[in-house]
């Protein structure tokens, strides 16, 4: 293994806790073939809720509700054309938002985020931008209070945006950066092998809000939340690790309806279909959802608590989230990565 000689399945992380690994547990298989490229997942009532990324097949850009056995029920269009749809979530009134926020060349204007109300025909569009230029982002993060929360696919280090003011059509609202988030380095097998390691891919908030997850093409790690502060507790939080092994190409994760696993699913490999794997989550007890009568509306932004979470600890003099094995050659290596991973999205 060389430079990650430190860093081996099965062994945790200094600072990091490992959740018990009992394995994925197989939900169903997606078989529909305008799903090839599964970029976004949430979990309803009823089955689950997808989207595929940047393609360029109209039959192909839409939001997609499947059953429970993921067959697609019902489809919903966009008004206008999305760019490259990377990420969704399920806000605590029931209201979907799907980022459009890839941007594998770093070269969008704007980006954007589809906000579809309960009972609407077509999704609203909100444009965004950034504050210091493009970013290639993959992960959507919302609040109770209705906050969406952008983490960019950065090599290493990731920056964390939220809306700097209102949410308005037909406006571009400027983004705020209101942090940053290093995940632990670990030794879990991948397509990508280090970089795959390094980069987040999507993320998740639970259906009580208490916890929050980002991934990586390896891994998910999982963080507790405190009143509400999701930058917080993902910028300051000590996470716990779940490995997600060997995923074709794993950019979406979700949690189940209960709270009590973590649903992920990832594109289809060598034509075969993409499936949605369950990873249970240990003496995690089903959810009670708070009342939401209370919660501003979805498209205001409110900033974020400055309430901060238990400070990452550090093993050995080591930053948490940066175990270091090789110094320069690993990031050196991570870098040269980063080149494979743009071209995947």
Not at 16 to 45: I, N, Y
Not at 81 to 96: C, M, Q, S, V, W
Not at 197 to 205: E, K, N, P, Q, Y
């Amino acid at each position: 293994m060389g430079l990650l000689a430190a860093a081996v399945v099965g062994v945790a992380v200094p600072g990091v806790a490992v959740a018990a690994d009992d394995g994925p547990q197989q939900v169903c298989e997606v078989g529909d073939k305008r799903l090839t490229e599964l970029s976004g997942l949430a979990a309803t009532g009823t089955g689950y809720v997808v989207v595929d990324d940047s393609s360029d097949q109209a039959s192909h850009r839409k939001i997609f509700y499947l059953t429970k056995k993921c067959k697609v029920d019902r489809t919903v269009s966009y008004p206008s054309r999305p760019r490259d749809t990377e990420d969704l979530g399920i806000a605590a009134d029931g209201t979907l938002w799907v980022a459009d926020i890839g941007d594998n060349n770093g070269n969008r204007a704007t980006i954007a985020l589809w906000r579809l109300a309960p009972g609407a025909k077509e999704p609203q569009l909100y444009r965004l931008t950034y504050p210091d230029g493009a970013h290639d982002a993959e992960a959507l993060l919302l609040t109770r209070a209705g906050t969406p929360i952008l983490v960019t696919k950065s090599i290493a280090s990731a920056s964390v945006y939220v809306p700097d003011g209102e949410l308005k059509a037909g406006k571009t609202t400027t983004l705020r950066q209101a942090g940053s988030v290093t995940v632990p380095v670990t030794g879990t097998s991948n397509p990508f092998g280090l970089p795959g390691r390094l980069v987040i891919t999507g993320g998740a908030v639970s259906p009580d809000g208490r916890h929050a997850v980002l991934r990586t093409y390896a891994d998910a790690f999982e963080f507790e939340v405190s009143g509400d502060d999701v930058v917080g507790a993902i910028t300051k939080g000590t996470p716990t690790q779940i490995a997600l092994p060997d995923e074709p190409q794993g950019e979406s994760i979700a949690y189940t309806v209960d709270g009590t696993a973590l649903l992920t699913v990832s594109e289809e490999k060598d034509g075969k279909d993409a499936v949605i794997l369950r990873y249970p989550l240990a003496d995690r007890a089903p959810v009670t959802i708070p009342p939401t009568s209370a919660a501003p509306s979805a498209t205001t932004s409110s900033a974020a608590p400055a309430a901060a979470q238990k400070v990452a600890a550090a093993e050995d003099g080591l930053p948490t989230g940066l175990i270091v094995t090789g110094g320069v050659l690993v990031l050196a290596a991570a870098i040269l990565g980063g080149l494979l991973l743009r071209r995947r999205g």
